[in-house]
T-cell receptor, first 115, second 111 residues
Framework: NAGVTQTPKFRVLKTGQSMTLLCAQD?????MYWYRQDPGMGLRLIHY???????AKGEVPDGYNVSRLKKQNFLLGLESAAPSQTSVYFC??????????????FGEGSWLTVV | GEDVEQSLFLSVREGDSSVINCTYT??????LYWYKQEPGAGLQLLTY?????DMKQDQRLTVLLNKKDKHLSLRIADTQTGDSAIYFC???????????FGTGTRLKVLA
């Protein structure tokens, strides 16, 4: 019953450092997403993927890169962290069109602080 | 444009019913969802409704959909302290990858 798993759960970075957030899903979902959650702003989509080997920009992609080399994994990279990237990051996944209510499932979140 | 709006806060007494409201703008949405987020955790799916339904009931939860007014509500009967959380309304835009989330309603249940 793993569902969507994110690592790490907590991380503190210095400005300018790089890091990668890892996301894995075991539900054979086609679509995967990275969101950030900030107070008063709800969830904002950073990048998404509609299948292995594909990625696309969401609402707030600047400063982030992603890769989907395997269907079950979706990686979010910060090349040069900035304090504005302090946030809670959620990975999510869903089936493609037309099944199971197209429900989107979320990981437990990764708390990132950039100092 | 696509937008989902919710009020930010709701406070109820334990045992009362809670009603959380949501309005959305995109009439092509196919599924509408309610998620619950407890402190320090991810979003947990509570329930969803297909856009051709008016109502869905699941134990203490009742979802009402007024498609004409683009209004969705979540009623929690016999609200308990464990129901204190943030509740997100979301819509899936038909034929796309897109899910649009509201900013969340923080429900506080008073003992």
């Amino acid at each position: 019953n793993a569902g969507v798993t994110q690592t790490p759960k907590f991380r503190v970075l210095k400005t300018g450092q790089s890091m990668t957030l890892l996301c894995a899903q075991d539900m054979n979902h086609e679509y995967m997403y990275w969101y950030r959650q900030d107070p008063g702003m709800g969830l904002r989509l950073i990048h998404y993927s509609v299948g292995e080997g594909t990625t696309a920009k969401g609402e707030v992609p600047d400063g982030y890169n992603v890769s989907r080399l395997k269907k079950q994994n979706f990686l979010l990279g910060l090349e040069s962290a900035a304090p504005s990237q302090t946030s809670v990051y959620f990975c999510a996944s869903s089936h493609g069109q037309g099944s199971s209510g197209n429900t989107i499932y979320f990981g437990e979140g990764s708390w990132l602080t950039v100092v | 444009g696509e937008d989902v709006e919710q009020s930010l806060f709701l406070s109820v007494r334990e045992g009362d019913s809670s009603v959380i409201n949501c309005t959305y703008t995109d009439s092509s949405s196919t599924y509408l969802y309610w998620y619950k987020q407890e402190p320090g955790a991810g979003l947990q799916l509570l329930t969803y409704i297909f856009s051709n339904m008016d109502m869905k009931q699941d134990q203490r939860l009742t979802v009402l959909l007024n498609k004409k007014d683009k209004h969705l509500s979540l009623r929690i009967a016999d609200t308990q302290t464990g129901d204190s959380a943030i509740y997100f309304c979301a819509e899936r835009i038909s034929g796309t990858y897109k899910y649009i989330f509201g900013t969340g309603t923080r429900l506080k249940v008073l003992a």
